[in-house]
């Protein structure tokens, strides 16, 4: 069987050390569409290396990704074609401010395995510390199409609450015909962002948006939109990826506010508000 749950769970921890710079900032930063207008002083903390702040999903990519989602695969008791993956979900939980510049030790394990019926969820779970302490967690939750069937635990299946009433704050976001192409050089080098022989492969028309950047784009809108800008407010971002992106399309980003928590919800403006990520919840100061 492709995927061994007994084994996956039961492999010890992957630990290695990752680094990261304030080009890595940056460039993840351009990649989330960060810089537009480029002498905006607001845009400018994202941008220019002496005034920056380090949005908390950066976390995502720092140390270039690694494992990712695609390194998640090559954990024991993990063994599936790479077409048949589909990010499902992320949550970020963060511990304290990340800098600029930094080298810490990250540990990896698959913290769950559930078994859909007709697809396999896996759970992977990233921690990351330096010299002060816990700096991030993150929570990746892998679909693998396929892979299920075995009788094993569906794991959970509730979701949220639609939010009730009119959202307060409603803002777009276009994202760019290139946005996947610049996205991926921060280490997500899954071909399904950037070649279409891959993407039809995979059942679709052509290459999608990453999830992360998505991911990325809608944490940096509540941000800029509710936070004052101040990217050490937010205390955790979680996120289901309801639908894809295409380069070129634009993101509606509604979201409700109340002290201490936000609720969001994003479509895709040109496919009739396309559903893109669901049960959005970021929690603040």
Known sequence: MPIDAAKA??????????????????????????????????????????????????????????PGVTGG??????????????????SLLAHRPIPATGTATATHR????????????????????DTEGPLWTNDAQIFIRGEGGWGGDRGPSARLEPPTGEPGRTVERPVRDDQALLYRLSGDWNPLHADPEFAKVAGFERP?????????????????????????????????????????????????HTPGSTRVAVSAVERA?????????????
């Open 208 to 256: 999608i948006l990453h999830g992360l950047c998505t991911y990325g784009i809608t944490l940096k809108a509540v941000v800029d939109t509710l936070l004052g800008g101040d990217v050490t407010r937010v205390r955790s971002y979680a996120t289901r990826f309801a639908g894809v992106v295409y380069p070129g399309e634009t993101l509606r980003i509604r979201m409700w």
């Open 9 to 66: 769970l039961a492999a010890g921890p992957r630990t290695g050390e990752i680094s990261w710079d304030h080009k890595d900032v940056q460039l993840y930063h351009l990649g989330i569409g960060a810089g537009s207008p480029a002498t905006d002083p607001d845009e400018l903390r994202y941008t220019l290396e002496s005034r920056l702040h380090v949005l908390p999903s950066f976390a995502t990519v720092a140390g270039a990704g690694k």
């Open 73 to 90: 695969l090559s954990m024991p008791g993990i063994e599936v074609e790479l077409a048949r993956v589909l990010h499902g979900g992320q």
């Open 110 to 129: 698959i913290a769950a395995v559930y078994d859909k019926g007709t697809a396999a969820v896996l759970v992977l779970r990233t921690e990351v510390a």
């Open 273 to 285: 508000d396309a559903p893109v990520l669901a049960d959005t919840v970021v929690e603040h100061t």
